[in-house]
T-cell receptor, first 115, second 112 residues
């Protein structure tokens, strides 16, 4: 069965600093990997996804992630964060049948960007 | 705005009661997914429907049921509610099972 571990529950960072949010997954089959963002009182918005091909995936709002099969990781990075990036970030792996909607989520990482 | 509409936005009800949450998918989307987000369990997949038929089931309690109607909207029915059912319930939709899913803003259910 698949599972996702987000290694940090909270990450405080200063504005314009780089940030990395860590995600490890466990799966016995090939998977699709996703990062979603949830702003306060909002739904989930897809930041980026890895389905196949290049292991470096670029998403919206300047975020990128690298798929590392040997380390079963899919860490999210941004070179310079803004106050508006303050939100909760969820890593997810595809569930049954490789569906992009049937997802197994990590517990989330709260990113707090301070001025 | 993702194009997925969930109603109501907030719902407060008493233990033992039954509620229905509604989801209208994006135009053209055939697949609907339901998720529960709680402090204890995090985000959990409950159930998926595709073009009116159940496609996949996750950690959905027997007290909960869902259906997708011919016009493709979906309803999640929660009965014999307990305090622990208080959570944010999300609906998502996608064109089919192998394309990106878009999430609604959720229904916040409070059981008192």
């Amino acid at each position: 069965a698949q599972s996702v571990t987000q290694l940090d529950s909270q990450v405080p960072v200063f504005e314009e600093a780089p940030v990395e949010l860590r995600c490890n997954y466990s799966s016995s089959v090939s998977v699709y990997l996703f990062w979603y963002v949830q702003y306060p009182n909002q739904g989930l918005q897809l930041l980026l996804k890895y389905l196949s091909g290049s292991t470096l995936v670029k998403g919206i709002n300047g975020f990128e992630a690298e798929f590392n099969k040997s380390q079963t990781s899919f860490h999210l990075r941004k070179p310079s964060v803004h106050i508006s990036d303050t939100a909760e970030y969820f890593c997810a792996v595809s569930g049954y049948g490789g569906s992009q909607g049937n997802l197994i989520f990590g517990k989330g990482t709260k990113l707090s960007v301070k001025p | 705005d993702s194009g997925v509409t969930q109603t109501p936005k907030h719902l407060i009800t008493a233990t033992g009661q039954r509620v229905t949450l509604r989801c209208s998918p994006r135009s053209g989307d055939l697949s609907v997914y339901w998720y529960q987000q709680s402090l204890d369990q995090g985000l959990q997949f409950l159930i998926q429907y595709y073009n009116g038929e159940e496609r996949a089931k996750g950690n959905i309690l027997e007290r909960f049921s869902a259906q997708q109607f011919p016009d493709l909207h979906s309803e999640l029915n929660l009965s014999s509610l307990e305090l622990g059912d208080s959570a944010l319930y999300f609906c998502a939709s996608s064109v089919d099972t192998n394309t990106e899913a878009f999430f609604g803003q959720g229904t916040r259910l409070t059981v008192v």
